[in-house]
């Protein structure tokens, strides 16, 4: 049995209720560990240390917490295969995924942040009897909150920000993927993080999460979830005027015009549906093909996806491997029979696998293709975070537009075109905070990352979350 402990001012501790929750393999579908369910009084004692380290960390110099953040980026270097294997065990996703993407990217977040407090400007703006400069300061003790499909991706996101700002951190990772954020708080201990700059603390969203997010103490949330989530969270932190950065669903068009690469298009548009089993937020799960290449495109699609292994994760030549949870997995199916009743024609997939030995158990799905379903119904419009994708022909780019646009998501796009012209007028029209062009998932840490709609509010990566963790003040003098 793994057991997980807290992270709170520096040291490795038990939630102060005694209390423990099971954590699930989801490759074999047993329960393989435990963590703490901790709640409001592990808050207390979060911010308490926060508080006492903040005046010490943000009064460092930028090049003293450049230091200390980039040995914890090398320290994940140093320790990434076992960071991978406990990423693949609690998620289900292929360990060569976690070997390959999801740790080298925690690493790369560490480093970006470390280095980019080392290029900042201050804003200087001169007056005929004087001058402005402005200062950007740490806002102080931060929330920090994380969900479960790229795990340590997306909390070291939002932490290194946070960190390399000069704020004191409290953060909270998916309670269903918690064991890589319990492996950062040793190697934090090994960097030489001071005690108290970051703390993190695992458990459930209705309990500790919540505390985090009603707490006077913690000035601003940076939330990656649910759109459902994101609303609630809204609700409670808004009246408290906390700052608030929020990074919600999808429901992403892909959008292949016939003058399209068309291999290109085919095989990313199967790698933009199946990568992580479908559970990422960037994933295209709306195709939209032209006309006249539908029938090749979908013959050519369905010839990719039957190819798509699905398989223990740990086995080399997984391609897919488990949902992340039982729950999850009926909620994908749930949405495979929905498609059924609102008229779709399942072409491939659409059921649970049973593999084989000790994987039995584990929530393995098909990669699933559907076509016939008109682009308004709900399988169209509503998230399903799953390897599901939907295929329907368009005619024109003003008919493809308005069914790309027709969500209440508005995260990410992907547009297949030679034509130059078309694909920046098409990429300034589609209602998405990014637009990928003949490619997807391609990312530059510089650029803003976010939602527009559903999707969210505010935007993360390079200064954009720097800012985000700081207040600017403006300093005028007269003459
Ligand atoms: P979720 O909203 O259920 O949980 C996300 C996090 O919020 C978890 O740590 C959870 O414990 C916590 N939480 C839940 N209730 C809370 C509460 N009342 N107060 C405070 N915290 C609470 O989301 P999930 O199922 O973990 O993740 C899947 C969702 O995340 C999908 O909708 C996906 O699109 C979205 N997502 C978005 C992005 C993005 O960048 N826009 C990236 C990845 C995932």
Redesign the pocket.
């Known amino acids: 049995m793994k057991e997980i402990l807290n992270y709170v001012n520096g040291q490795l501790q038990a939630p102060l209720s005694g209390e423990y929750l099971d954590n699930i393999d989801p490759s074999v579908g047993e329960v393989y560990g435990k963590i703490p369910n901790s709640g409001k009084a592990d808050v207390d004692a979060a911010v308490h240390a926060a508080r006492a380290a903040f005046a010490d960390w943000s009064g460092k110099s930028a090049k003293e917490r450049s230091r200390i953040i980039l040995r914890l980026s090398q320290l994940i270097e140093e320790n990434l295969e076992e960071l991978a294997m406990a990423e693949s065990r609690d998620n289900g996703k292929p360990l060569k995924l976690a070997r390959t993407v999801d740790i080298p990217r925690a690493r790369d977040n560490f480093a970006f942040f470390a280095t980019a407090i080392l290029h900042e400007e201050d804003p200087f703006h001169r007056m005929p009897n004087g001058f402005n400069y402005t200062l950007r300061q740490p806002i102080g003790v931060v929330g920090c909150?994380?969900?479960?499909?790229?795990p340590l991706y997306?909390f070291s996101w939002k932490i290194a920000p946070a960190l390399a700002a000069g704020n004191c951190v409290i953060a909270?990772?998916?309670?269903?993927t918690p064991y890589s954020a319990f492996l950062l708080s040793r190697l934090c201990m090994e960097a030489g993080l001071p005690q108290g700059v970051l703390n993190i603390l695992h458990g459930?969203?209705?309990s500790v999460?919540?505390a985090?997010?009603e707490h006077p103490g913690i000035k601003a949330i940076s939330?990656?979830?649910?759109?459902?989530?994101?609303e609630?969270?809204a609700r409670?932190a808004a009246p408290m005027f906390k700052k608030l950065s929020l990074?919600?669903?999808?429901k992403n068009p892909n959008l292949v015009f016939a003058d399209a690469d068309f291999e290109k298009a085919v095989s990313t548009s199967a790698r933009a549906s199946f990568t992580n089993q479908g559970q990422?937020?960037?994933c295209g799960s709306r195709i939209f093909v032209e006309a006249p290449i539908y029938e090749k495109f979908k013959e050519a699609f369905l010839e990719k996806v039957k190819r798509l292994k699905v398989g223990p994760p740990e086995q080399e030549s997984s391609r897919m491997g488990a949902l992340v949870s039982e729950d999850h997995l009926n909620k994908v199916l749930g949405y495979v029979a929905l498609a059924k009743e609102e008229g779709g024609l399942v072409l491939h997939g659409g059921k649970r696998i049973k593999l084989e030995g000790k994987y039995t158990g584990g929530y393995y799905m098909e990669p699933t293709v559907i076509e016939g379903l008109p682009y308004n119904c709900r399988t169209n419009q509503e998230?399903i975070?799953g390897p599901v994708v939907t295929l329907t022909p368009f005619t024109s780019e003003e008919e493809v537009l308005e069914m790309a646009n027709s969500t209440p998501y508005g995260?990410s796009a992907t547009v297949f075109t030679t034509d130059l012209n078309k694909a920046h007028r098409v990429a300034s029209l589609l209602e998405a905070g990014i637009v990928w062009i003949n490619c997807w998932l391609v990312r530059d840490l510089r650029t803003p990352?976010?939602?527009v709609k559903a999707?969210?509010v505010g935007r993360?990566g390079g200064f954009e979350a720097l800012h985000f963790f700081t207040e600017p003040k403006n300093v005028c003098l007269e003459f």
Do not use: D
């Open positions: 909150i994380s969900p479960w499909n790229l997306l909270k990772p998916s309670e269903i459930t969203g209705p999460g919540q985090i997010v939330f990656t979830g649910g759109t459902k989530t994101g609630h969270l409670t990074e919600l669903g999808g990422i937020c960037l998230e975070f995260l990352f976010g939602g999707s969210g993360e």
